[in-house]
């Protein structure tokens, strides 16, 4: 294939490129991302015997922790089999689960105006108790098994269920906080905001060890091959018929919702 690439005077080397973008789900509605929907695009792009790396643009607001690490793991493992680097670049955002794929390349780059890091867990809920009290509404609740209930929206929450909440909390923070300092070692800056929840811009990012560099991929790419390099983009597929079925009805639209509400926690 080199030769051929010759006479036809396109010797540059092909890089493969996966854009990761959307809320981190699972299931396969929407522009949502989890393995199911990466894991086969990941697999075409680590097989590009000649390439010489392989990029990831990263535009993602978090969301599944389970998801996130699955994704980052498998995109681990593809690269040392392969023996490929691999490029990440964080466009808009890369944040809490965003910021977890990202962590699986080898160099992160940003843009200025990136939003990176979120290392943090976030749990939300509403409570109806006061709305049920007006309404005269009386709540049934049974379990069996004396902590089968975590949170009710619809019953006082107990000091003991907040308990346990915050320990699973804590400890899916720990794992996060893990993960980050196994990838990016010495360096992460020794500031205590890292693992707060706090979100950096793409430069100040880069002064605190979350990313490497300010670049775009096209840059970057010529930069470190070439500038006959060539990026093959790899696209991801998105919800297929049945998706389309159901959009039309509530459940997408609570569905988009909820993605909106998890981009709005960055102005976007």
Not at 6 to 25: D, F, H, N, S, Y
Not at 188 to 198: T, Y
Request: proline share 3%; with cysteine; charged share 25%.
């Amino acid at each position: 294939m080199q030769w051929i690439r010759k006479l036809t005077g396109r010797a540059g080397a092909i890089v493969p490129v996966v854009r990761l973008e959307g809320v981190i789900a699972a299931g396969g509605r929407g522009n949502t991302i989890n393995i199911a929907r990466v894991e086969k695009v990941l697999a075409r792009a680590f097989s590009f015997r000649h390439a010489p790396a392989v990029a990831l643009l990263v535009n993602s607001p978090g969301g599944s922790p389970v998801q996130s690490k699955l994704i980052h793991d498998r995109i681990r493992a593809l690269g040392e089999e392969k023996k490929k680097p691999v490029l990440v670049f964080c466009e808009d955002v890369a944040a809490s689960g965003g910021y977890m794929i990202a962590c699986a390349g080898d160099e992160i780059f940003c843009d200025p105006s990136s939003i990176l890091g979120s290392i943090g867990v976030i749990s939300a809920s509403f409570g109806f108790t006061g709305a049920m009290d007006k309404l005269g509404v009386e709540r049934r609740l049974r379990s069996a098994g004396d902590k089968k209930v975590l949170s009710d929206p619809f019953s006082e929450e107990t000091e003991e269920q907040a308990a346990r909440i915050e320990r699973l909390m804590d400890r899916l923070h720990g794992h996060f906080i893990a993960l980050v300092k196994k990838r990016r070692g010495d360096r992460l800056a020794e500031d205590e905001e890292l693992f707060s929840g706090q979100i950096f811009t793409g430069d100040e990012a880069v002064d605190n060890g979350l990313a490497d560099g300010i670049a775009d991929v096209h840059t970057k790419l010529r930069e470190r091959f070439g500038a006959d390099v060539r990026a093959r983009l790899m696209p991801v597929p998105k919800g297929g018929a049945l998706s389309k079925l159901i959009g039309q009805g509530a459940a997408s639209l609570m569905e988009e919702l909820e993605a909106r509400s998890v981009w709005s926690r960055y102005g976007l």
